[in-house]
């Protein structure tokens, strides 16, 4: 009987240990499909109106394409205008007039938006929150909810007014796992390592400063060295990037458009060199420089 008991546990202990290993894909039911659209479109600063009504607008022509996620720039809520160097005429009172909570009217509109469309939709702005202020992006789901939450954690000090995020979440849906970063976030390398880490099959990237030939090099990195899909949203530049690091989709120049894949998550998630870390020997990146 004692042997028989013995056996039941390393059979279960057996089974804990292959689980660890199964591929994303089959926890998630299968090889998952998910159809993205980048809206690489110049919002209006300070004019949230005109802005609601280029999201709607695009968001609609997404949908109609069959866009299950579309995703804005960073800040399209209100024009990006949290950047002191962008804005020479920002002061922290015209500032407080703008932003919302995330539950304030114009993402509660949104949420009507992604309920009537069916649509994940990943919507940049900047908000309120406790007194403080951030820079932050919210996914909206199908069911007007909110599906994630993120808050820019890393600025060149240009942002005066705006508290830094300090957390990575990841969102679990039937489409994926999906994490987030805003525009500065990109430039180190941490974020999207921890949001991979934490089971992330896509980072989504709102973003609105550099977007040249050295900024299509860092993304293209940040997908292969985290084996996941980086889709880099920016209102002159988007590139929809695999797992391997190779441009899937991107804009045809620098006017307005929208920018649409289809991507699945399979075996190629999580496969690449993140497999062979050994985090037992990294303590010194702790250490302050």
Not at 29 to 36: A, F, R, S
Not at 125 to 136: H, I, K, M, P, V
Request: proline residues 6%; contains cysteine.
């Amino acid at each position: 009987m004692l042997l028989n008991m013995v056996r039941q546990a390393l059979l279960a202990r057996r089974f804990v240990l292959l689980v660890l290993f199964v591929p994303a894909s089959f926890l998630l039911g299968g090889e998952n499909t998910l159809t993205i659209a980048g809206i690489s479109v110049t919002p209006d600063p300070w004019d949230k109106q005109a802005n609601l009504g280029r999201i709607e607008k695009y968001a609609r022509l997404a949908a109609r394409r069959g866009a299950q996620l579309v995703i804005t720039p960073e800040g399209f809520l209100e024009g990006y205008v949290a950047n002191e160097n962008k804005n020479q005429d920002l002061t922290r009172k015209k500032y407080e007039a703008i932003v919302e909570p995330l539950e304030g009217p114009s993402l509660q509109r949104l949420r009507a938006l992604a309920k009537e469309l069916n649509i994940y939709l990943a919507v940049g702005f900047a908000e309120s929150r406790q007194g403080s202020l951030y820079n932050s992006v919210a996914i909206l789901s199908p069911e007007g909810k909110t599906t994630l939450h993120f808050s820019k954690a890393h600025t060149a000090d240009d942002e005066p007014f705006n508290t830094h995020g300090a957390a990575f979440p990841v969102a679990e849906t039937p489409l994926g796992r999906w994490g987030a970063l805003i525009c500065y976030d990109r430039q180190l390398p941490e974020p999207s390592r921890i949001l991979s880490i934490k089971g992330a099959q896509l980072i989504i990237v709102p973003a609105w400063g550099a977007y040249g030939d050295m900024n299509t090099a860092m993304m293209r990195t940040r997908a292969r060295e985290n084996s996941v899909y980086v889709a880099f949203v920016h209102p002159k530049r988007c590139m929809i990037i695999n797992p391997s690091g190779k441009i899937i989709a991107q804009d045809q120049g620098e006017h307005d458009q929208i920018v649409m894949a289809k991507i699945r998550f399979d075996d190629r998630i999580g496969s690449g060199p993140i497999r062979h870390r050994r985090p037992g020997i990294y303590e010194e990146i702790l250490r302050a420089r």
